[in-house]
């Protein structure tokens, strides 16, 4: 499946963005979800991931409270609300997407198998 990412930018810290990853040829109702980010010279993190139905969600403990993960089966669609931004959430996000059972989350980039080609945040101090 082929994932596309959009919806990064520069904004203030204290500001919101919303990151948008879309499949171009499946439908992504079957899959398990994730957004991670990597800033330079940092490795790849993990940010949250949500289930099939959108029923389970995770998130890492640097974002949690200000991000929301969610997902729009229909739309073939999985969002990243991104609120109270910090300086250090700049990076460039990553949508990723694996086929697993209904109610799995997956929270580690190799378990990935699918990948979107990233879109930048910078948020500026």
């Known amino acids: 499946v082929q994932l596309q990412a959009s919806g990064g930018g520069l904004v203030q810290a204290g500001g919101s963005l919303r990151l948008s990853c879309t499949a171009s040829?499946?439908?992504?109702?079957?899959?398990?979800m994730g957004w991670f980010r990597q800033a330079p010279g940092k490795e790849r993190e993990f940010v949250a991931t949500i289930s099939w139905a959108g029923t389970r969600r995770e998130y890492a403990d640097s974002v949690k409270g200000r991000f929301t993960i969610s997902r729009d089966n229909a739309k073939n669609t999985v969002y990243l609300q991104m609120n109270k931004l910090k300086p250090e959430d700049s990076a460039v996000y990553y949508c990723?997407?694996?086929?697993?059972?209904?109610?799995?989350?997956?929270?580690?980039?190799?378990?990935?198998?699918?990948w979107g080609q990233g879109t930048l945040v910078t948020v500026s101090s």
């Open positions: 040829e499946r439908t992504l109702s079957t899959y398990v």
């Open positions: 990723a997407a694996d086929r697993r059972v209904s109610g799995a989350i997956l929270t580690s980039s190799w378990e990935y198998r699918n």
